[in-house]
Nanobody
Framework: QVQLVESGGGLVQAGGSLRVSCAASGRTFSMYSMGWFRQAPGKEREFVATISTNGGNTGYADSVKGRFTISRDNAKTTVFLQMNFLKPEDTAVYYC?????????????????WGQGTQVTVSS
């Protein structure tokens, strides 16, 4: 069982930066690849970024590539999403999730555990 708690969301102006974090419980954090997803009002949940168990491999949605960076600290059982050059269309609830796949995934169905989400709002 893995419990995930996101933090760091908030309101930021377009062009600004924000870092959201996801703290995981349990001593098996390093066995899970991690992902960030987001959901805007009236839209389906969409993939943002993923990172492998050891952090060596990452993947991003085209819409955030070059602007967002996912990273993890296995010693602190935390995964981060650094978001730069934010746009109003990045406004959403951001969720972190844990997968038993080693390399990570862009598909929500591959994730067994989810956090409660943190709101990110980008004003124009």
């Amino acid at each position: 069982q893995v419990q995930l708690v996101e933090s760091g969301g908030g309101l930021v102006q377009a062009g600004g930066s924000l870092r959201v974090s996801c703290a995981a419980s349990g001593r098996t954090f390093s066995m899970y690849s991690m992902g960030w997803f987001r959901q805007a009002p009236g839209k389906e949940r969409e993939f943002v970024a993923t990172i492998s168990t050891n952090g060596g491999n990452t993947g991003y949605a085209d819409s955030v590539k070059g602007r967002f960076t996912i990273s993890r600290d296995n010693a602190k059982t935390t995964v981060f999403l650094q978001m730069n050059f934010l746009k109003p269309e990045d406004t959403a609830v951001y969720y972190c999730a844990a997968s038993r796949l080693i390399s990570g995934s862009g598909y929500p169905r591959n994730y067994a555990y989810w956090g409660q989400g943190t709101q990110v709002t980008v004003s124009s």
